[in-house]
């Protein structure tokens, strides 16, 4: 751990505080996991307390070992806007005129 920096090395204790909790079925809140940096005399900013306790409420702990911890990007709410934006409806397709049938334009059916 000596090529760590001290962010680092706080990201990674806040994680473990987060599984011991999790493993002793202790619900993971912000308080507990300071009181175990504090315990273990780790430096933190609170505030990377709070964003970890935010993504761990947003993502259950228990899926996130058996996944593998795959869950791409740290983020505390999904933004539904941008979705609404995506989600337009399209135009329907117009009908084809009787006088531009595909059989006319080609001399006839297929079985004339």
Partial sequence: MQNLSQEQITEKAIIYSALMLHDDEIK???EKI???L???NIPFESYMVD???RFFE???IGNLISSGGSVGTVTAEPNTADKEEEEEPEPEPEPE???E???DMFGGGLFD
């Fill in 38 to 40: 504090k315990s273990a």
């Fill in 34 to 36: 300071q009181n175990v």
């Fill in 97 to 99: 005129s009787e006088s």
């Fill in 101 to 103: 049938s595909d059989d």
């Fill in 58 to 60: 947003n993502n259950e």
């Fill in 51 to 53: 964003m970890y306790v």
């Fill in 28 to 30: 993971v809140t912000s």
